[in-house]
Protein backbone atom coordinates (compact mmCIF):
# COMPACT_ATOMS: atom_id res chain seq x y z
CA UNK A 1 0.00 0.00 0.00
CA UNK A 2 1.41 3.33 -1.46
CA UNK A 3 0.28 6.25 0.77
CA UNK A 4 1.05 9.93 -0.61
CA UNK A 5 2.09 12.06 2.02
CA UNK A 6 0.54 16.18 1.72
CA UNK A 7 0.87 18.98 3.79
CA UNK A 8 -2.04 21.31 5.40
CA UNK A 9 -1.43 25.16 6.73
CA UNK A 10 -3.89 26.57 9.01
CA UNK A 11 -3.85 29.92 9.39
CA UNK A 12 -6.48 31.90 10.86
CA UNK A 13 -9.33 31.15 8.59
CA UNK A 14 -7.42 29.54 5.86
CA UNK A 15 -6.15 26.22 4.74
CA UNK A 16 -3.56 25.33 2.23
CA UNK A 17 -2.66 22.28 0.85
CA UNK A 18 1.06 21.44 -0.25
CA UNK A 19 2.70 18.31 -1.96
CA UNK A 20 6.25 18.70 -0.94
CA UNK A 21 6.19 23.06 -1.41
CA UNK A 22 4.02 23.38 -4.45
CA UNK A 23 0.12 24.53 -3.36
CA UNK A 24 -2.22 22.38 -4.45
CA UNK A 25 -5.44 23.71 -3.42
CA UNK A 26 -6.59 25.92 -0.73
CA UNK A 27 -9.99 27.02 1.30
CA UNK A 28 -11.29 30.07 3.11
CA UNK A 29 -14.58 30.56 5.09
CA UNK A 30 -16.55 34.09 6.00
CA UNK A 31 -19.80 35.20 8.03
CA UNK A 32 -21.92 35.89 5.62
CA UNK A 33 -25.67 36.88 6.71
CA UNK A 34 -25.03 34.94 10.17
CA UNK A 35 -23.87 31.92 8.26
CA UNK A 36 -20.66 30.53 7.89
CA UNK A 37 -19.37 30.43 4.29
CA UNK A 38 -16.09 28.96 2.67
CA UNK A 39 -14.52 28.63 -0.69
CA UNK A 40 -12.18 26.24 -1.82
CA UNK A 41 -9.56 26.92 -4.03
CA UNK A 42 -7.27 25.44 -7.36
CA UNK A 43 -4.03 26.08 -7.61
CA UNK A 44 -4.45 29.37 -9.82
CA UNK A 45 -6.58 30.56 -6.99
CA UNK A 46 -10.20 30.10 -9.00
CA UNK A 47 -13.30 28.99 -7.23
CA UNK A 48 -13.87 25.29 -7.47
CA UNK A 49 -16.45 25.02 -4.63
CA UNK A 50 -18.65 27.07 -2.68
CA UNK A 51 -20.00 25.73 1.11
CA UNK A 52 -22.53 27.00 3.52
CA UNK A 53 -22.61 25.80 7.35
CA UNK A 54 -25.52 25.56 8.69
CA UNK A 55 -27.17 23.54 11.78
CA UNK A 56 -30.64 22.13 11.76
CA UNK A 57 -32.06 22.52 15.07
CA UNK A 58 -34.95 20.17 14.48
CA UNK A 59 -33.06 17.30 13.74
CA UNK A 60 -29.79 18.27 15.61
CA UNK A 61 -27.74 17.61 12.88
CA UNK A 62 -24.77 19.87 10.83
CA UNK A 63 -25.59 20.61 7.34
CA UNK A 64 -22.82 21.35 4.86
CA UNK A 65 -24.45 22.44 1.43
CA UNK A 66 -21.43 22.02 -1.36
CA UNK A 67 -22.01 23.88 -5.02
CA UNK A 68 -19.16 22.87 -7.71
CA UNK A 69 -19.07 25.69 -10.52
CA UNK A 70 -21.82 23.70 -12.56
CA UNK A 71 -24.22 24.82 -9.77
CA UNK A 72 -24.82 21.53 -8.61
CA UNK A 73 -25.21 20.75 -5.17
CA UNK A 74 -24.44 17.52 -2.27
CA UNK A 75 -25.23 18.18 1.41
CA UNK A 76 -22.63 16.86 3.28
CA UNK A 77 -24.98 15.97 6.81
CA UNK A 78 -23.41 14.81 10.32
CA UNK A 79 -25.06 11.29 10.85
CA UNK A 80 -24.98 11.19 14.53
CA UNK A 81 -25.89 13.50 17.15
CA UNK A 82 -22.32 14.04 18.66
CA UNK A 83 -21.19 14.68 14.95
CA UNK A 84 -18.25 12.44 14.84
CA UNK A 85 -19.16 10.97 11.60
CA UNK A 86 -20.46 12.47 8.64
CA UNK A 87 -21.46 11.18 5.01
CA UNK A 88 -21.89 12.57 1.45
CA UNK A 89 -22.82 10.99 -2.14
CA UNK A 90 -21.28 11.94 -5.19
CA UNK A 91 -21.68 10.46 -8.43
CA UNK A 92 -23.19 7.22 -6.53
CA UNK A 93 -20.40 7.26 -4.34
CA UNK A 94 -20.53 7.41 -1.03
CA UNK A 95 -17.86 9.28 1.46
CA UNK A 96 -17.97 9.01 4.98
CA UNK A 97 -16.06 10.78 7.47
CA UNK A 98 -15.17 9.47 10.67
CA UNK A 99 -13.39 11.79 13.72
CA UNK A 100 -10.91 10.03 15.97
CA UNK A 101 -9.12 10.30 19.03
CA UNK A 102 -5.84 12.33 19.10
CA UNK A 103 -6.90 14.92 16.54
CA UNK A 104 -7.47 12.15 13.55
CA UNK A 105 -10.32 12.21 10.64
CA UNK A 106 -10.60 9.25 8.32
CA UNK A 107 -12.33 9.18 5.06
CA UNK A 108 -13.79 6.29 3.38
CA UNK A 109 -14.96 5.82 -0.15
CA UNK A 110 -17.54 3.08 -0.36
CA UNK A 111 -16.54 1.63 2.91
CA UNK A 112 -12.39 1.68 2.13
CA UNK A 113 -10.47 4.02 3.80
CA UNK A 114 -8.61 6.55 1.59
CA UNK A 115 -7.25 8.98 3.69
CA UNK A 116 -6.31 10.34 7.19
CA UNK A 117 -5.44 13.55 8.95
CA UNK A 118 -3.51 13.48 11.53
CA UNK A 119 -3.02 17.06 13.65
CA UNK A 120 -1.55 15.75 16.58
CA UNK A 121 2.03 17.70 16.18
CA UNK A 122 3.07 18.50 19.33
CA UNK A 123 6.37 20.51 18.22
CA UNK A 124 5.80 23.98 18.27
CA UNK A 125 7.50 24.15 14.41
CA UNK A 126 4.42 22.62 13.17
CA UNK A 127 1.57 23.80 15.47
CA UNK A 128 -0.19 24.45 12.45
CA UNK A 129 0.92 21.59 10.34
CA UNK A 130 -2.18 19.12 9.61
CA UNK A 131 -0.60 15.81 8.03
CA UNK A 132 -2.42 13.95 5.50
CA UNK A 133 -1.83 10.37 3.75
CA UNK A 134 -3.89 9.24 0.94
CA UNK A 135 -4.01 6.29 -1.00
CA UNK A 136 -4.62 7.86 -4.32
CA UNK A 137 -3.75 11.49 -5.52
CA UNK A 138 -6.84 11.33 -7.77
CA UNK A 139 -8.97 11.92 -4.30
CA UNK A 140 -6.90 14.86 -2.76
CA UNK A 141 -9.64 17.27 -3.78
CA UNK A 142 -12.49 15.35 -2.83
CA UNK A 143 -10.72 14.79 0.63
CA UNK A 144 -9.40 18.42 0.89
CA UNK A 145 -13.02 19.29 0.49
CA UNK A 146 -14.39 17.65 2.74
CA UNK A 147 -11.99 18.46 5.49
CA UNK A 148 -12.71 22.17 4.70
CA UNK A 149 -16.17 21.96 5.69
CA UNK A 150 -14.82 20.12 9.05
CA UNK A 151 -12.72 23.12 9.66
CA UNK A 152 -15.18 26.02 8.81
CA UNK A 153 -15.55 28.70 11.41
CA UNK A 154 -12.11 27.32 13.35
CA UNK A 155 -10.00 30.18 13.81
CA UNK A 156 -6.83 28.24 15.31
CA UNK A 157 -5.90 24.77 14.02
CA UNK A 158 -5.38 24.28 17.94
CA UNK A 159 -8.41 25.36 19.56
CA UNK A 160 -12.56 24.27 18.96
CA UNK A 161 -14.92 26.15 19.92
CA UNK A 162 -16.57 23.47 21.77
CA UNK A 163 -14.63 20.88 23.38
CA UNK A 164 -15.53 17.48 22.58
CA UNK A 165 -14.93 14.88 25.08
CA UNK A 166 -12.51 12.34 23.89
CA UNK A 167 -14.80 9.52 24.92
CA UNK A 168 -17.38 10.44 22.63
CA UNK A 169 -15.10 10.12 19.50
CA UNK A 170 -15.01 7.46 17.17
CA UNK A 171 -12.33 4.63 17.23
CA UNK A 172 -9.98 4.62 14.36
CA UNK A 173 -9.99 0.78 13.49
CA UNK A 174 -7.35 0.80 11.02
CA UNK A 175 -4.85 3.63 11.74
CA UNK A 176 -2.21 4.90 9.05
CA UNK A 177 0.05 7.01 11.44
Known sequence: MQLH???????NNTLSIYSSTEKQYSSSWFMDFGKFGCEVFNKEENIIYKITKQFQFWKWKMVY???NNDEIITK????????????????QITY?????????????????KIAEFDASFSDSDYKDTIKLLLLDKKDLEIC????????????E?????????QKQLEVNKEPWS
Open 157 to 165: QNQKAILTS
Open 96 to 112: ELDIHFKKKISIYKNEI
Open 5 to 11: LYTIKHN
Open 76 to 91: LISQNNRKTVYSISIN
Open 144 to 155: FLLYSCLKIGET
Open 65 to 67: TIK
